[in-house]
Nanobody, 122 residues
Framework: QVQLVESGGGLVQAGGSLRLSCAAS????????MGWFRQCPGKEREFVAA????????YYADSVKGRFTISRDNAKNTVYLQMNSLKPEDTAVYYC???????????????WGQGTQVTVSS
């Protein structure tokens, strides 16, 4: 079972950028699909992006396509989410997730980190 710790959240003005990081330990990182979800107060957690074990396949929610990029560095046991052209509606707690095949990560059925807050001001 992998342990996940997110970092990189903060306050940014609309149109700005942030890069989130998720460090993994305690599992076979190189064989695990990884992803990001986000959640606002009073709303259900929603899918943002995912990446397979090799990094060769990526998946994005329609709301972030063209603005966010997911990547991974297996040598550092870390997955990243580069967020550009941020909008106020991107404000949420962002959670890192990891599983086996990517289909499980896409469904939110993997392990979870504790989350990092992203706030985008108008």
């Amino acid at each position: 079972q992998v342990q996940l710790v997110e970092s990189g959240g903060g306050l940014v003005q609309a149109g700005g950028s942030l890069r989130l990081s998720c460090a993994a330990s305690g599992g076979t990182f190189s064989s695990a699909a990884m992803g990001w979800f986000r959640q606002c107060p009073g709303k259900e957690r929603e899918f943002v992006a995912a990446i397979n074990w090799s990094g060769g396949n990526t998946y994005y929610a329609d709301s972030v396509k063209g603005r966010f990029t997911i990547s991974r560095d297996n040598a550092k046991n870390t997955v990243y989410l580069q967020m550009n052209s941020l909008k106020p509606e991107d404000t949420a707690v962002y959670y890192c997730t990891a599983g086996g095949p990517v289909v499980l990560v896409l469904q939110g059925l993997g392990s979870w980190g504790q989350g990092t807050q992203v706030t985008v001001s108008s």
